[in-house]
C-alpha cells in the first residue's frame, strides 16, 4: 500500500485510467475508498457480514472486468454502486414501489443528514456506538425499497441525483422514499448519531476485502 499511496490523491477517472494502462495495482485504492459504502448498502438489504463481503468482492471483480465499458456518464461511485445493488437485486425481488406520489412532507427536505453527531466527547462516542446498533436493527424493520434509499443518501452521503441514477428511479421517488424512511425510523432513534456509528467496517475486514480482490484479479491476468 505505501507504494501506491502517492496516488490516493487522485481521483476516480485518473485511477480508472491508470488501471486500464496497466498499472492493476492502483485498482487496491478504488476497493478501499469505496469499501465502507458497499459495505453499508449490503447490511442495509440485511445480508450479513459474510455474505456482504462476497457482494462486494464480486462487485469489485464485475467492475473491474468491465472497466473499460465505463463511459463517464455518472460518476465513477453511481457506477460501482450500481454494480453493487445489481448483484443485492440478483439475491432478492427488485423494488416494487415504483410509483410513489409526492407529497408536502418532503418538500421542505434539506440537505443536512438526519443523523448528526452533535456531541464529540468520549462517553457519548461510546453510547452512540450501541445506539448505532439499535438503529441497524431498526432499519431491517422498513420496507426495503425505504431502507436503501435511506442507505444512500443519509449513511453513503449520495445527492438525490447520485441515488436517482443508481436505482433509476426518479429524484421525487428518491425523495419520497427519503422522507417515508425517515418517519419510520425517527420513531426509534434521535438526530444524534453519525453514519461512522453504524454497520462500522473495521480496517482489518477492508484489508481481507482488498487482499481477496486484488489475488482474484492476479489470477484473471
Aim: glycine share 2%; net charge negative.
Amino acid at each position: 500500500m505505501n507504494n501506491i499511496k502517492q496516488f490516493d490523491q487522485y481521483d476516480d477517472l485518473e485511477i480508472v485510467s491508470r488501471v486500464l494502462l496497466g498499472e492493476v495495482a492502483l485498482y487496491e485504492i478504488i476497493i478501499r475508498r469505496y469499501n465502507s459504502y458497499l459495505f453499508r448498502i449490503g447490511r442495509t438489504y440485511a445480508y450479513n457480514h459474510a455474505d456482504t463481503e462476497d457482494l462486494m468482492q464480486e462487485t469489485y471483480l464485475s467492475a473491474y472486468s468491465n472497466l473499460s465499458k465505463f463511459e463517464n456518464r455518472s460518476s465513477f461511485k453511481t457506477w460501482l454502486v450500481k454494480i453493487m445493488l445489481n448483484h443485492c437485486y440478483h439475491r432478492k425481488q427488485k423494488f416494487s414501489f415504483q410509483k410513489e406520489v409526492m407529497t408536502e412532507s418532503f418538500e421542505q427536505e434539506t440537505a443536512i443528514p438526519m443523523f448528526v453527531n452533535q456531541n464529540n466527547d468520549t462517553d457519548r462516542t461510546i453510547v452512540n456506538k450501541e445506539l448505532g446498533r439499535v438503529l441497524e436493527n431498526a432499519l431491517q424493520q422498513i420496507p426495503e425499497d425505504y431502507r436503501i434509499v435511506f442507505s444512500l443518501r443519509e449513511l453513503n452521503g449520495m445527492s438525490t441525483n447520485e441515488t436517482s441514477e443508481a436505482l433509476s428511479i426518479s429524484e421525487s421517488n428518491v425523495k419520497v422514499r427519503l422522507s417515508r424512511a425517515k418517519s419510520m425510523l425517527r420513531f426509534e432513534v434521535e438526530k444524534m448519531y453519525s453514519p461512522a456509528d453504524i454497520f462500522e467496517f473495521n480496517l482489518i475486514y477492508c484489508d481481507k476485502i482488498v487482499e481477496n480482490v486484488m489475488r482474484r484479479i492476479g489470477e484473471m491476468l
